[in-house]
């Protein structure tokens, strides 16, 4: 279950930034890297993540600067649109906190693509 304090340079992602951790890059520049998702839940799911120390969107969107916020969003267009998914169309997903279920403490952003995606969320 995510942690949901200060940062921790230890999570995953974090790994994955500094190159501890292997990734398929999708894409990346100064304040972005994107990859695709370990255990897909599409054919195409891609994580976009910021660089900064972020600990999900409510951290970020407290915390980081304009040019980081804009950049990240920037990013998130500019990679569905590699992936050739804006005609098809996409889902964006952002899990924040517990009830979010998010699993992994630094901000990403799922894209999902490459079929009909079905409802928006499952029933609890
Ligand atoms: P969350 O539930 O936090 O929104 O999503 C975390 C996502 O990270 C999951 O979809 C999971 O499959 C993915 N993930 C977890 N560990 C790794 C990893 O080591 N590499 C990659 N590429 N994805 C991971």
């Known amino acids: 279950m995510a942690k949901f304090g200060p940062y921790e340079d ?49 951290d970020f969107t407290e915390k980081a600067s304009d040019e980081e916020i804009g950049a990240f969003f920037r990013a998130v267009g500019k990679v569905a649109r590699q992936l050739e998914l804006a005609e098809p169309g996409y889902r964006l997903l ?21 079929r009909k995606l079905g409802p928006m969320l499952k029933t609890a």
């Open 10 to 58: 230890d999570n995953i992602f974090a790994k994955i930034l500094r190159g501890e951790l292997p990734c398929e890059k999708v894409y990346e520049d100064q304040h972005v890297l994107a990859f695709n998702d370990i255990n897909p839940q599409a054919p195409i799911h891609v994580l976009v993540i910021p660089k900064g120390p972020y600990v999900s969107m409510d």
């Open 94 to 114: 952002a899990n924040h906190g517990t009830d979010g279920m998010q699993e992994v403490p630094h901000l990403h952003i799922h894209i999902f693509g490459g």
